[in-house]
């Protein structure tokens, strides 16, 4: 008799079971950038998908060389109404993240340039010359392009710093975030309208879309040397 109540589907033993999450298998056989992609979706899933989310932004915007708009979109899918409140994360997060990329640039460029230079994609003297040479002639309009565009957000934010006397703080602050919150809410809109049909162009479509955004983060990389 106990054996048989055991086996009930409404005992006590079956209910009280806790529910593991994991992870799925097909991150052990997919792909470097899937797997990837599949990580961030997952912590969409978790308490910690927004605190990531601040943490890539504000990195991003002074050294760390991936963008954050996949963990947004990430984020923005799993809950398509919140996705303008991610937008606004992004954007917050990416301004508070260039005002570091200016006092690296204004402060601590002397100690830590080298550190730059050897380690961080995009920041080379000759960059830095050319954004600068931008600078002089039209600070507002340069950031906010590379805050809208794949051109390494951090080279311009370090680069604010380096030539102070061409871009002001409230230059800076402004023009950042005209330029993100154009770039991260546009992905909420696209988001917010499309939902799941968003993520099953995406699903449908990764190998080409993971080309093509290698292609334009490539691309910001090569603007900053010939298009500036």
Known sequence: MDSAAEDQPGSSATQDAPEVPMLPDVLVRRGP????????????????????LVLLSFA????????????????????????????????LASV??????????????????GFFYKYVPGCTPENFQLVGQ??????????IGAAFTPIPFKVFTIAA???????SL???LLASLVGRSARFFLVAT???LFGERAR?????????????????LVAGFLAVKWLL
């Open 190 to 192: 696209f988001v917010y």
């Open 161 to 167: 710093g380096m030539f102070h006397q061409y871009v």
């Open 170 to 172: 409230g230059t800076l």
């Open 200 to 216: 099953e162009l995406i699903e449908r479509y990764f190998a080409l879309l993971t080309f093509a955004l290698f292609a334009l």
């Open 96 to 113: 508070a993240g260039a005002l570091l990329g200016w006092a690296i640039g204004y402060l601590f460029w002397e100690a830590i340039g």
């Open 60 to 91: 991003e915007s002074s050294f760390f060389p991936i963008p954050p708009d996949v963990l947004q979109i990430a984020l923005s899918m799993s809950r398509p109404r919140r996705a303008f409140f991610y937008a606004t994360v992004s954007t």
């Open 134 to 143: 931008r600078y002089h002639d039209n600070a507002m309009l340069a950031i």
């Open 33 to 52: 950038a899937r797997r990837l992609y599949d990580w961030m979706l997952h912590w969409a899933h978790t308490p910690y998908g927004t605190p990531a």
